[in-house]
């Protein structure tokens, strides 16, 4: 019986936060902060952060909408690379994205000693992203009452990470939302280039009525 690696994934990041919850010096260590990892060379931090989450609705929120994306890009790799190239192309992707989206945030806040973040939203933005391309037109709802298509949704989410980005003013690493998108979106155009084309061909089929 084959494991899903969407649902391994989520077991491991579920497990780490459990115990970074109880564990202060976990979280410290493991916490995607740039000022020490410039300094004390602790590059590791870029993935280990992505398995701690602030709290039980930051870890359910992440992991429920990994969950349901992450399965549509899994089968997607496993269809075209098969089972088990397609898994470790599925974990690649996924630590990659981790990684990729805390860049920008690394480079801008590398010299601030007081900047923390952590959580998969990184990893979890490129998996729904890179699901979009592949079904944009899937509808995707939010708190169970507005129902959109991915692509228009998409599009809308980019628009707010990028301005509230430009902003700084929440708390929230909308740096890691946007460029975890644009590397998922990049991923799956260049391992399957002809999913440009499905997801165009997809959107011109597109109507409202």
Known sequence: MNVSITVIIIALTAISSFLAFSNLSLIERWMFTPYLIKRRKQWDRFVLSGFIHKDYIHLLFNMFTFYFFGRVVEQFL?????????????????????????????????DNSYYRALG??????????????????????????????????????????????????????????????????????????????????????????
Not at 93 to 105: K, R
Not at 147 to 163: D, E, H, Q, R, V
């Open 78 to 110: 496993a269809f075209k690379y098969g089972s088990t190239t397609g898994g470790i192309i599925f974990i690649l992707f996924y630590l990659l994205g981790i990684i990729i989206a805390d860049i920008p945030t690394y480079l801008k806040h590398q």
């Open 120 to 209: 998969a939203s990184g990893g979890t933005a490129a998996t729904v992203f890179a699901s979009i391309i592949i079904l944009p037109l899937a509808d995707i709802c939010l708190f169970g009452i507005l129902c959109l298509p991915g692509f228009i949704l998409g599009a809308l989410f980019l628009i707010y990470s990028y301005t509230k980005g430009k902003q700084d003013s929440d708390g929230i690493n909308h740096d890691a939302h946007l460029y975890g998108a644009l590397f998922g979106i990049i991923f799956i155009l260049v391992l399957s280039p002809n999913s440009a084309l499905d997801f165009v061909e997809q959107i011109k089929n597109f109507s409202i009525f």
